[in-house]
Every structure is written in structure tokens, then in C-alpha cells.
């Protein structure tokens, strides 16, 4: 492995990192966006409705993502639909809004969300899920060492 290619103790190589934290960056700007739009053409919600969905999916989002950082395969094909679902629900919205503004902000929206699911669709984005995965799966075979060291250490202690 390169130089550059390879992590900290407990940071993966910065390539990596560099890729996650950018399509953390573009779902966030695009799904902020787009629920927005949608609520606003769709179902013309009030802004308490407005604050309270994107609110939840903001929640939902941190949740999934984080099991992303933990090294799960499926939060990462979860947050691979979601862009492609929320793309495919916006795509209608470009022929019926009105206005400039909502054009230019769904047209940045639907940049974004195309872009993260080519992100995570990439080799660098499962290359970190399978690394964080692997990560996690050393710590926990580590884990099982030292606790069955400890109990032998404590059995030997009671023997004597």
C-alpha cells in the first residue's frame, strides 16, 4: 500500500475520508434541498411540517451514516437508494415549478444527489466501508483476546 493510501491508528487513509466526508456534504446539501422543494410543489406543507420532515431525515440520515463509519454495507446501499430515490422523485419537479429561484436551487439539488450516488456507487466509497468494516472486526476479535486473557489471569489468581 502507498504512503499516502494508508491510515492512522484510527482514521482510515485520507482518500477515504476525503470521499465520505464529501458525500456526506452533497446527500446533506441535496437532500436539504430537495425535501424542501418536494414539500413546498407537492404537498404545499406549512413551515412547522416543513422544519419537522426535514428535521426527521436529518436524524434518519445521522443514524445511517454513522452505521456507514461502523462498516455496514447495507446503511451504505440505504444511503445509495436514497439519493437515487430522492433524484428520481425531483426529476418530475423541473417541468412543474415555477420561478427562477426553485429551478436553480432543484438544479443543484439534483447535481448533488446524481453526484453521491456515483460517489458511493465508486470503488474509493467501498473501499472505506470495507476498511471501517474491518477496522471494527480487528477491534472486536482484540476485544475477545484480551477478555479471554483476563479470565485466565483471573482464574491463575484464584488457583494460588
Known amino acids: 500500500m502507498k504512503e499516502e493510501e494508508k491510515g492512522s491508528l484510527l482514521f ?4 477515504l475520508m476525503g470521499r465520505f466526508l464529501l458525500v456526506i456534504m452533497l446527500l446533506m446539501m441535496g437532500s436539504g434541498l430537495s425535501v424542501t422543494v418536494m414539500l413546498l410543489e407537492y404537498f404545499d406543507s406549512s413551515p412547522e411540517w416543513l422544519v419537522g420532515i426535514t428535521f426527521s431525515i436529518s436524524i434518519i440520515f445521522c443514524l445511517v451514516n454513522f ?6 454495507f447495507l446503511c451504505a446501499k440505504i444511503l445509495k437508494y436514497y439519493s437515487l430515490c430522492l433524484t428520481i422523485l425531483c426529476v418530475p419537479l423541473l417541468f412543474i415549478i415555477e420561478g427562477e ?3 436553480i436551487l432543484l438544479s443543484l439539488s439534483l447535481f448533488a444527489l446524481i453526484s453521491s450516488f456515483y460517489l458511493i456507487s465508486g470503488e474509493t466509497y467501498q473501499k472505506l466501508v470495507q476498511y471501517q468494516h474491518d477496522f471494527f472486526e480487528d477491534i472486536k476479535e482484540a476485544r475477545e483476546i484480551v477478555e479471554k486473557e483476563m479470565e485466565r489471569a483471573h482464574k491463575n489468581k484464584r488457583r494460588r
Do not use: A, E, F
Not at 67 to 72: A, F, K, N, P
Open 67 to 72: 452505521r456507514v463509519t461502523q462498516g455496514s
Open 12 to 15: 482510515p487513509p485520507w482518500k
Open 101 to 103: 429561484v426553485y429551478y
